[in-house]
């Protein structure tokens, strides 16, 4: 028998307006509400609206044979609310059905992690909130952003109750074992790692319309052969990805969503075989050993680690500034302010900033609305310079640029923010 496990990540950012030097203190509008309208609608109608469809046909079909899992971040729940609602009423009747289940993660899609755990644990509780809200389930699974994980936050994870993550199953991590099974990171007790089976995930989300990959064009056939072969061999094949592969990264011309129509038939056509959640994955079978991530792991780039966000000088500057603001927001007691800065810890203002191979057009460049990285950078930061003039005025003083190193306190004085 193999058990498939679909999991699908939704999330679109607040993106940013072309705050300039000369709008700082002038108005505090810092997203481009059109542009997140525009972007929001054209993946609805792209993929969104025709894949729930889908999906929700082959539950039916299949009477409920056919399971799949989402995570979808808060930020793209506000924006359906307020620009599709249509789209977030498929995902309520996708809900409705009980074969599709919601796994929790930061509502911003943020790194809050690496920088505050305590911002981290109130963005978790924020999002298990809104899927509780919106969709009625309290999710037993979590999966952080961009599948970022070491050993260390699996067992802050599991000292929160969650009874398994998701991970990404890197080469390095794994050596010669396979991500057909599940793991149990070290340091933890109970929590279960699911990982993503990269290379069948990818066939679908990367390589599926390539022309010039050797196994192109891929029928559902050729596919579930792959998928078969673990039988015996591993006991879940997660395949894991974007949302928008169906539809927006891979058009509908090039067959994909036909491919999703036809493939749970055919992986079915063997009684054995089943589709599984990922808390559904974790009750059915045991760790077969442990992986050790002493080092942070994601699914971004060949490297798999932190530096498609933090990987070069503008980046990490940024974030350090951003992150030091966060004391002294919260301490305003401004809940608007509150908000935009949140907003602004959303990884994808960080992506944007990402230097590796740019100008060879790699696929940073594809996602990026900015002309470069720096033009990302200097927006951001002209919002955090204005940022410091709201809290001047709430009666915090907040000097920018702050010194390599140079950490910020709140006093005290909760209303006074002072520099060490």
Known sequence: MVSVCMYFH????????KYNVFDIGQHHD??????????????????????????????KQHQGR????????????????????????????????GCVEFVTETYYHSLAY?????????????????????????PTV???????????????VERMGYRAVLAEGADHILGWRSPNFLYRPVYTEKVKALLKNYKLSDDLAF???????????????KYTGWINAANGNGHTINLFMDYETFGEHQWEDTG?????????????????????????????????????MHHFVSWADIERDLTAWLGNPIQDNAAKQLYAFEQAVKASGDEKLLADWRKL????????????????????????????????????????????????????????????????????????????
């Open 256 to 292: 994909i969503f036909e491919f999703l129509k036809r493939f749970p038939g055919e992986h079915l056509k063997r009684l054995d075989n089943d589709f599984k959640t990922v808390s559904e994955v974790a009750e059915a079978y045991e760790p077969v050993g442990e992986i050790d």
């Open 66 to 97: 056919f399971k799949v899992s989402f995570s979808i971040t808060g930020v793209i729940l506000e924006q359906l609310e307020k620009h599709a609602p249509d789209v977030l009423q498929s995902f309520k009747d996708l809900a409705a059905t």
């Open 345 to 420: 810890t959303t990884s994808d203002h960080l992506y944007y900033m990402c230097t590796k191979w740019f100008n060879d057009g790699d696929v940073h460049k594809y996602f990026s609305p900015y002309d470069s990285p720096y033009d990302a950078f200097i927006s951001f930061m002209n919002v955090l310079n204005d940022m410091a003039f709201r809290l001047k005025d709430r009666g915090v003083e907040v000097k920018l640029p702050l010194a390599r190193g140079e950490p910020l306190r709140v006093s005290e004085q909760p209303s006074m923010l002072i520099k060490d």
């Open 10 to 17: 939704v999330h679109q950012p607040f993106r940013l307006a």
């Open 30 to 59: 810092y997203f481009d509400e059109k542009k997140n309208e525009e972007i929001i609608r054209k993946v609805a109608t792209k993929c969104y609206l025709p894949t729930n469809k889908i999906l929700l046909d082959l539950i």
């Open 142 to 156: 979590f999966r952080n952003t961009e599948l970022i994980l070491n050993n260390e936050l699996a067992n802050y």
């Open 114 to 138: 690496l920088f505050s755990k305590d911002e981290f644990k109130a963005q978790v509780e924020l999002q298990t909130k809104k899927i509780e809200d919106v969709f009625g389930q309290t």
């Open 207 to 221: 390589r599926f319309s390539n022309k010039a990959w050797e196994e192109y064009p891929l029928s559902v056939e």
